[in-house]
């Protein structure tokens, strides 16, 4: 059974405890609107919060898929989130039903003026779920996406939501719901990120699309970072769970995929000569899934060869995209900051009100370890003829 099939199960059993409960906060079944997800977005007339629900349709008519329900898309603006809440009763008829909610798409826009606006209520709420992903996107309008839905017969927020219970399959955006951005904004030394969702087109067809990641300064955001990026950044965080780590030949062309099995982060903070280090060490167990190269895989040393290119250009991935967030955005994503409070508090202490001016220069050493430990199906070569 799928993620999707799951949560519309889960529903359809919560509309039959409705129907036959008789609890004191009893309430009829065409009384509610099941919210899905929800789009944020800035309308531009007025400046005003636009907020996109994807609401599920119960009536039974939707579109007829083994897993299908249909859901329709209502927008209204308004001063505050729980304005807006309150008042799209006039637009549905309904009282919005949060408990099913799975994710908050934010516009880029809104974003950048600050997020903690748009969901404090979320987050307060006692009919709403902490554990709901929020997303940022870089399309003209957040609703954009959700109205993808209109295409593909499908209840776009549950798609959503289960492309992200399979993200660690792929490692090219972070898996992080409002819990997690509340915790980050709150712990000192330690800034926010959050994946990027945009509108993929080819050939003529339009899907969502997860990769990449939205940097925050407290809760405005600074910029992005693309998947690849997004990878390197989630081996330094120790987020990695898999995927798949390309690796070049010393010519620089592409030549081998190693499978990520599992890998290890350790965060080590140092005082070497009165000035504060950052010591960063992995070791990511592997197996060789593809050889792109007419010489094939034949022995134990150009396997150690393949360890050593790999760990080289981790190396180089993993310092290129520090550096890329000291220089560029000066925002510790990285819980460096966080990692001298717990090892060091006594340093931190001193360097807690200028940190923002130490995370920019800091020093940073990089060692990783790749351990290739299966060649997938075969240890024989596969060899092009002569």
């Known amino acids: 059974m799928t993620q999707v099939k799951r949560l519309l ?8 405890l409705l129907s036959i409960s008789g609890c004191w906060n009893y309430t009829e079944v065409e009384e509610i609107s099941i919210v899905a997800g929800v789009a944020i977005d800035k309308e531009q ?6 907020l996109t629900a994807e609401t599920i349709d119960t009536s039974g008519g939707g579109g007829g898929g083994d897993n299908q329900a249909s859901s329709t898309i209502s927008s209204l603006a308004g001063d505050t989130m729980f304005d807006i809440v309150r008042s799209m009763i006039t637009m549905t008829g309904n009282k919005l039903f949060w408990s099913h909610a799975k994710i908050i798409i934010i516009s880029e826009e809104v974003a950048k003026e600050g997020v903690l606006r748009v969901i404090d209520w979320y987050s307060r709420d006692t009919e709403t779920r902490s554990d709901v992903h929020m997303f940022i996107t870089k399309e ?9 839905n209109k295409t593909k017969n499908t209840i776009l927020s549950f798609e959503l939501d289960e492309m992200m219970q399979h993200e660690k399959y792929v490692s090219t955006a ?24 945009y509108i993929n087109e080819r050939d003529n067809r339009k899907t969502e699309r997860i990769s990449g990641c939205a940097i925050f300064e407290k809760d405005k955001m600074v910029g992005t970072l693309i998947g690849e990026e997004t990878k390197y950044m ?8 898999g995927g798949i780590l390309p690796v070049n030949d010393k010519k620089g062309k592409p030549a081998y995929s190693l499978e990520i099995f599992s890998n290890k ?6 005082w070497v000569n009165g000035k504060l280090k950052i010591q960063i060490s992995t070791e990511t167990k592997t197996g060789l899934d593809e050889v792109m190269t007419p010489n094939g895989f034949p022995d134990f040393e150009k396997k150690k060869e393949i360890e050593e290119l790999a760990e080289q250009q981790m190396q180089n991935n993993m310092l290129a995209v520090i550096h890329k967030v000291q220089k560029k955005y000066k925002s510790d994503i990285f819980g460096f900051g966080a990692n001298v409070h717990m090892n060091m508090p006594k340093k931190w202490n001193n360097m807690e009100k200028d940190w923002d001016k130490i995370f920019p220069e800091l020093q940073v050493v990089v060692e990783p370890k790749v351990i290739i430990e299966t060649s997938a199906k075969t240890t024989r070569s596969i060899k092009s003829g002569d």
Not at 234 to 241: A, C, G, P, S
Not at 265 to 270: A, G, W
């Open 140 to 148: 003209k309008r957040a609703r954009d996406i959700l109205n993808l």
């Open 174 to 197: 972070p898996v992080s719901d409002i819990w997690d951005f509340f915790d980050k904004l709150e712990s000192p030394g330690q800034h926010s990120i959050a994946p990027l969702v």
């Open 234 to 241: 989630l081996f330094v965080n120790n987020k990695i769970k």
């Open 265 to 270: 982060t350790k965060i080590k903070p140092v």
């Open 45 to 50: 007339s007025s400046g005003k919060i636009l």
């Open 9 to 16: 199960s889960a529903i359809l059993s919560v509309l039959i």
